[in-house]
C-alpha cells in the first residue's frame, strides 16, 4: 500500500526566506502528484500538479519537482511572506484504483 | 467555473444522533471521493464513486456511515449513529476521468463535532 511521508511536520521561518517541503512516496507506480495549501478551517485548495512524465511544475513563486524514481517531490517557495502562512499537503494518484494517498502535511508559520 | 459545494459548513451534534452531509462537484466530473480529515492528520479516503457505482469504500465504516450518488452528480454521505471519534472535516471533492492531467478539486468541507 502507498506510503506519503511529509518531512518537517512544522517548519517556521522569517518572511522572505526562501524554503523548501518535502515529500516522499514508497510506490512509484503514480499517475501524477499534487501539492495543497490548507487554511485553517478551510477546504484543500490546489497549488500544482506535476504529471508522471514531468519533473517540475512552476506557478509564480512556487516551483515543484518530481523524481518517480526515488519516490520524492519538493515544493520550492521563494521569497516567503506572512500570507503563505498554511498547512501544505502532497497527495499522490495510484494507477491501481485511482486512489489519492495523502501526506499529513507541513505546517508553515512565515514570521513578519 | 464553479467550485465543489457542500454544506452544512458546521454540524454539532451529540453522540448517536444521525448527521448528513450533501456535496455537489464540479460540472462534468465524473469521480467523486468522501474524505475524513482529523486534526492534524492528512485526509483519508471514505468512498469513491465513478459517475454512480462505488469504485473503493474498503475503509468505509459500513455499520455506520453510508453515502450515495444519485444519477452520477451530487452525494450525500450520512452517519447513524454518530460517535465521538467522528469528530472531523468531512471533505468532498472530485475529479475528471482517471488520468494524469485530471487534479482533485476540493470543497470547503463540513466540520462536524460530536459531543
Known amino acids: 500500500k502507498q506510503e506519503v511521508t511529509q518531512i518537517p511536520a512544522a517548519l517556521s521561518v522569517p518572511e522572505g526566506e526562501n524554503l523548501v517541503l518535502n515529500c516522499s512516496f514508497t510506490?512509484?507506480?503514480?499517475?501524477?502528484l499534487q501539492w495543497f495549501r490548507q487554511d485553517p478551517g478551510k477546504g484543500l485548495t490546489s497549488l500544482l500538479l506535476i504529471q508522471s512524465s514531468q519533473r517540475e511544475q512552476t506557478s509564480g513563486r512556487l516551483n515543484a519537482s518530481l523524481d518517480k524514481s526515488s519516490g520524492r517531490s519538493t515544493l520550492y517557495i521563494a521569497a516567503s511572506q506572512p500570507g503563505d502562512s498554511a498547512t501544505y499537503l502532497c497527495?499522490?494518484?495510484?494507477?491501481?484504483?485511482?486512489?489519492?494517498?495523502f501526506g499529513t502535511g507541513t505546517s508553515l508559520t512565515v514570521i513578519p | 467555473e464553479a467550485g465543489v459545494a457542500q454544506s452544512p459548513r458546521y454540524k454539532i451534534i451529540e453522540k448517536r444522533q444521525s448527521v448528513a452531509f450533501w456535496c455537489n462537484p464540479i460540472?462534468?466530473?465524473?469521480?467523486l471521493y468522501w474524505y475524513q480529515q482529523i486534526l492534524g492528520q492528512g485526509p483519508k479516503l471514505l468512498i469513491q464513486f465513478q459517475n454512480n457505482g462505488v469504485v473503493d469504500d474498503s475503509q468505509l465504516p459500513k455499520d455506520r456511515f453510508s453515502a450515495e450518488r444519485l444519477k452520477g452528480v451530487d452525494s450525500t454521505l450520512k452517519i447513524q449513529p454518530a460517535k465521538l471519534e467522528d469528530s472531523a472535516v468531512y471533505l468532498c471533492?472530485?475529479?475528471?476521468?482517471?488520468?494524469?492531467?485530471?487534479?482533485?478539486?476540493f470543497g470547503n468541507g463540513t466540520r462536524l463535532t460530536v459531543t
Open positions: 460540472s462534468g466530473h465524473a469521480t
Open positions: 510506490d512509484s507506480a503514480i499517475y501524477n
Open positions: 497527495a499522490v494518484r495510484q494507477y491501481t484504483g485511482n486512489q489519492f494517498y
Open positions: 471533492a472530485s475529479s475528471l476521468e482517471p488520468g494524469q492531467y485530471s487534479p482533485l478539486h
